[in-house]
């Protein structure tokens, strides 16, 4: 009976400590078994963020499905903008011509139109009719001792067959006469010159064009000293000074279109390049195109206008805005290769078409180019391709 009671105490002893080793070794392979779960679940997160292999994992429905087309080549005209100021294109300052005097009337405003010749102020000329009174008569006294001489000598041509008359008495007499005559032609000239300087005293437009300023008023005594009174607009022609780069300066000849906008209008105004500037200012590095514009009331000298100026055709791929992106490192678009991977295409992007923005360089016009949604996608990235139908790239 001892024997079995001492047998069963060590017995039960010993499954005890059996039943906490298993506990503690469960316990430790769990603990394991979790460690290991985590450690895999935390790369296969790591991987999946660092891309790795995504065509691995992407299933028929997972590619992306992008929309592409092949641009190809077409003509376009390279444009340059431009900014600066209106002015007239010929701008005639009108002063005093003559001697001046006292203005008694202006009859034109500035925005009337003239006529050339027609006259602009009218001076003062009380002395000055005196002194042609004065000049005419003494022509007429010059006359009558013109005709006087002449009647002299046909009569002494008369007698000088009689032998009343010698020969010395006829040079004489012609003599007189011829000084007579001359004397007459210098009072004549003399009276010409006198109403031409009359005639100078009213100022007169020079050519016809638009009167721009008036710097004149009744009363006023103006002499060739005061400075311009008027200034006029040629035939009304304004111009704008377009301010362009040298790169861009170069590549323009005259004679190209240019569609002007005065700033504060949405009017649009066709000119043409008439002339550019042979010099580049040294501080701005920018030069002078000048553009010739017809006449309008929108156009003010001295206003500020934008300027859209055709500089040369060439030819180039077109794409919709929405299949060029930009950041850091510039403009680029996406394309598609041959093995349905997305590949970034570094471009130089130029006008703005009416079919959509037209790229200078870095496109050959062959390539499968991603039109939209480019965004959401990265380079390496396997895609679907569906092809654009013609037209689309004009969006």
């Known amino acids: 009976m001892?024997?079995?009671?001492?047998?069963?105490?060590?017995?039960?002893?010993?499954?005890?400590?059996?039943?906490?080793?298993?506990?503690?070794?469960?316990?430790r392979l769990?603990?394991?078994?979790?460690?290991?779960i985590a450690v895999i679940v935390v790369a296969f997160v790591a991987w999946r963020m660092m891309g790795g292999k995504k065509e691995q994992n992407q299933?028929?429905?997972?590619?992306?499905?992008?929309?592409?087309?092949?641009?190809?080549?077409?003509?376009?005209?390279?444009?340059?903008?431009?900014?600066?100021?209106?002015?007239?294109?010929?701008?005639?300052?009108?002063?005093?011509?003559?001697?001046?005097?006292?203005?008694?009337?202006?009859?034109?405003?500035?925005?009337?139109?003239?006529?050339?010749?027609?006259?602009?102020?009218?001076?003062?000329?009380?002395?000055?009719?005196?002194?042609i009174?004065?000049?005419?008569?003494?022509?007429?006294?010059?006359?009558?001792?013109?005709?006087?001489?002449?009647?002299?000598?046909?009569?002494?041509?008369?007698?000088?067959?009689?032998?009343?008359?010698?020969?010395?008495?006829i040079d004489q007499k012609t003599a007189?006469?011829?000084?007579?005559?001359?004397?007459?032609?210098?009072?004549?000239?003399?009276?010409a010159q006198l109403r031409a300087?009359?005639?100078?005293?009213?100022?007169?437009?020079?050519?016809?064009?638009?009167?721009?300023?008036?710097?004149?008023?009744?009363?006023?005594?103006?002499?060739?000293?005061?400075?311009?009174?008027?200034?006029?607009?040629?035939?009304?022609e304004m111009e704008m000074l377009a301010q362009l780069a040298e790169n861009e300066l170069a590549a323009l000849?005259?004679?190209?279109?240019?569609?002007?906008?005065?700033?504060?209008?949405?009017?649009?105004?066709?000119?043409?390049?008439?002339?550019?500037?042979?010099?580049?200012?040294?501080?701005s590095r920018l030069g002078i195109a000048r553009i010739s514009l017809p006449y309008n009331v929108a156009l003010r000298p001295g206003?500020?206008?934008n300027a859209t100026i055709d500089i040369a055709d060439m030819r180039a791929s077109v794409l919709p805005e929405s299949a060029v992106l930009s950041d850091q490192k510039g403009s680029y678009v996406y394309i598609v290769n041959d093995k349905n991977k997305v590949e970034r295409r570094n471009v130089v992007t130029g006008t703005v078409t009416p079919n959509g923005l037209a790229i200078n360089s870095g496109l050959q016009g062959n390539e499968k180019v991603v039109l939209f949604a480019g965004g959401f996608l990265n380079a390496g990235e396997t895609v679907k391709v569906n092809v654009a139908k013609p037209g689309t790239t004009r969006r």
């Open 2 to 27: 001892n024997y079995e009671s001492s047998f069963d105490k060590n017995a039960v002893l010993g499954t005890d400590e059996l039943d906490a080793e298993t506990i503690r070794k469960r316990r």
């Open 30 to 36: 769990i603990l394991s078994l979790l460690v290991v």
């Open 59 to 131: 299933g028929p429905s997972q590619v992306p499905l992008v929309t592409v087309a092949v641009p190809g080549q077409q003509a376009v005209t390279k444009t340059a903008n431009a900014t600066g100021s209106l002015d007239a294109r010929v701008d005639m300052p009108v002063g005093v011509l003559g001697e001046g005097g006292r203005v008694l009337r202006v009859l034109v405003e500035p925005g009337a139109w003239v006529q050339k010749g027609q006259i602009l102020v009218v001076i003062e000329r009380t002395v000055q009719a005196q002194q």
């Open 133 to 169: 009174n004065s000049s005419a008569a003494q022509v007429e006294v010059a006359r009558a001792n013109a005709k006087l001489a002449e009647n002299n000598l046909e009569r002494a041509k008369a007698l000088v067959g009689q032998g009343f008359v010698s020969k010395a008495d």
């Open 176 to 191: 007189a006469r011829d000084a007579a005559v001359a004397q007459q032609h210098v009072a004549e000239a003399q009276l």
């Open 197 to 236: 300087s009359v005639g100078r005293l009213d100022i007169r437009a020079p050519e016809s064009g638009l009167v721009l300023t008036r710097n004149v008023e009744p009363g006023q005594v103006v002499s060739p000293g005061s400075g311009t009174l008027f200034r006029v607009a040629k035939n009304g």
């Open 253 to 283: 000849r005259p004679g190209v279109k240019a569609i002007v906008t005065p700033v504060g209008t949405d009017a649009k105004f066709i000119g043409t390049v008439w002339q550019v500037s042979p010099v580049i200012d040294p501080q």
């Open 303 to 305: 206003g500020f206008a």
